[in-house]
């Protein structure tokens, strides 16, 4: 099985910098991506790392480590509107040949105050 | 075109009722994908279609029953729920599930939100 493992809230001020930690245990390991949801909405991509390291994206960088079992997205310059649910999610190998499959972890909810 | 639409968007059924939920997408696509979501929590995943075959069925009751009539559409059957089935439905679709070039991250549908009185 999969567990993964993320703050439940974090808030942070508008113009800042926030990281959302993400750690997770699996095996079959075949890339993690981040998704922003908000509330009443359909989960939207952002990221996706499969090598070690970070990945930028404008405002929006993600990291892994692999060894560690470790990511991180960092936001940068703060937005109202990126108060949402991030997800982290693992993509694995299911044992049963070369399917893969995509479990999420709970989500951190963000609240960008002025 | 990156969308994938779902309908209806809201549905209120009663448990002896039987209804469909319709996903559709036109990026050539040939991985489609329901979850369920309840208040506050992650998608769970439900089934996985792969090139319009069934690959993946997490355990799902029979009350809910997949089909892919083409590339393009995917829906679910529901017959007989219960309140406690009453979530947020989301549709998938990515590029390709087994292994293969890119990442191929998923795109949701807006979800049809269900009640089950």
């Known amino acids: 099985g999969q567990n993964i493992d993320q703050p439940t809230e974090m808030t942070a001020t508008e113009g800042a910098i926030v990281q959302i930690n993400c750690t997770y245990q699996?095996?079959?390991?075949?890339?993690l991506f981040w998704y922003q949801q908000h509330a009443g909405e359909a989960p939207t991509f952002l990221s996706y790392n499969v090598l070690d390291g970070l990945e930028e994206k404008g405002r929006f960088s993600s990291f892994l480590s692999r060894s560690k079992g470790y990511s991180y997205l960092l936001l940068k310059e703060l937005q109202m509107k990126d108060s949402a649910s991030y997800l982290c999610?693992?993509?694995?190998?299911?044992?049963?040949?070369?399917?893969?499959?995509?479990?999420f972890g709970s989500g951190t909810q963000l609240t960008v105050l002025p | 075109d990156t969308e994938v639409t779902q309908t209806p968007k809201h549905l209120v059924m009663g448990m002896t009722n039987k209804k469909s939920l319709k996903c559709e997408q036109h990026?050539?696509?040939?991985?489609m994908y329901w979850y369920k979501q309840k208040a506050k929590k992650p998608p769970e995943l439900m089934f996985v279609?792969?090139?319009?075959?069934?690959?993946i069925n997490e355990s799902v009751p029979s009350r809910f029953s997949p089909e892919c009539p083409n590339s393009s559409l995917l829906n679910l059957h529901l017959h007989a729920l219960q309140p406690e089935d009453s979530a947020l439905y989301l549709c998938?679709?990515?590029?390709?599930?087994?292994?293969?070039?890119?990442?191929?991250?998923?795109?949701f549908g807006p979800g049809t939100r269900l009640t089950v009185t």
């Open positions: 699996t095996s079959g390991f075949n890339g």
């Open positions: 279609y792969s090139y319009e075959k069934l690959s």
């Open positions: 999610a693992v993509r694995a190998f299911i044992s049963s040949g070369s399917a893969r499959q995509l479990t």
């Open positions: 998938a679709s990515s590029q390709d599930q087994v292994v293969g070039q890119g990442h191929y991250e998923q795109y």
């Open positions: 990026m050539g696509h040939r991985a």
